[in-house]
């Protein structure tokens, strides 16, 4: 197991957008899966939430200093979230989870080893795969599609790019150019920055409390747009040469 105290402090970053039911068993769970590893920021992005998101995530510092929240003034998106949270983030690198409560923060462990047990060149990237998804079946195969498409044009070998579930070093990450929806291709652009990436088994739960804000319209058809636009990024893109001042 990671040592992170070496390490430095590790930045949890979840956006979040009417997940008030939600954030507080997440945090709960996310810190006991962390605290006994070192030190960790747990940071929440409320992405305008119109509940009371972020009166319950402030409710929670009393008991749990190590939370930060983030707020947008309106809403943005989940690609506008995660990079609102990785900006602020102190660490050096980053894990990511979903504010719905499907994933598991004890799998953040699972990412932290296959990054302390990787071979060199260490990953810049690692993806969680949800094996077994508990979803709809709309959603299953809306995201099966998705992912095969992704796979086939792209070439990213990662079976679950939509996965919330993500530990990534935090400079690289922001070199990567935005675009919104972007969260859903991280593995296509980390590797277009030349960085390595690796798919990590992980769990997936059902949603047991709050509203899905994603459908057909949103995950599978403006990804098409989008992939196009990753297609012609990697197709432009040149890699970095050495300079020397004499």
């Known amino acids: 197991m990671m040592n992170w105290p070496e390490q430095g402090v590790l930045s949890v970053v979840v ?6 039911e939600n954030v507080a068993p997440l ?17 929440f992005v409320d992405d305008g939430s119109t509940d009371e998101t972020a009166a319950r995530v402030q409710s929670l510092r ?8 983030l707020r947008h003034d309106r809403r943005c998106g989940q690609s506008r979230a995660v990079a609102s949270g990785v900006r ?12 719905d409560g499907q994933n598991d ?19 810049a990237l690692i993806m969680g795969n949800r094996v077994t998804r508990r979803d709809t079946w709309l959603r299953r195969v809306s ?45 296509a652009l980390f590797q277009r920055q030349g ?9 997936h739960r059902p949603r047991t409390r709050g509203q899905s804000k994603y459908g057909v319209g949103n995950r599978l058809w403006v990804g098409i747009v989008d992939m196009v636009g990753v297609m012609w990024l ?9 300079v020397t001042e004499e």
């Open 15 to 20: 956006p979040v957008c009417n997940e008030a």
């Open 27 to 43: 945090a709960g769970e996310v810190d006991a899966a962390l605290r006994p590893l070192g030190a960790y920021e747990l940071i």
């Open 62 to 69: 009393p008991g749990l200093p190590a939370v930060r929240l």
């Open 88 to 99: 602020a983030a102190r660490g050096e690198w980053v894990a990511t989870l979903d504010g």
């Open 105 to 123: 923060p004890a799998d953040l462990t699972r990412l932290l080893e296959s990054l302390a047990g990787a071979a060199a060149p260490k990953p």
């Open 143 to 187: 995201s099966r599609v998705a992912n095969g498409v992704r796979g086939r044009l792209l070439g990213d070998g990662t079976p679950d790019t939509g996965c919330g579930l993500k530990l990534f070093h935090r400079a690289t990450f922001l070199e990567l150019p935005f675009f919104d929806h972007m969260h859903r291709f991280l593995p």
């Open 195 to 203: 960085a390595r990436v690796i798919s990590v088994p992980v769990g």
């Open 234 to 242: 990697r197709s432009r893109f040149k890699a970095g040469v050495g």
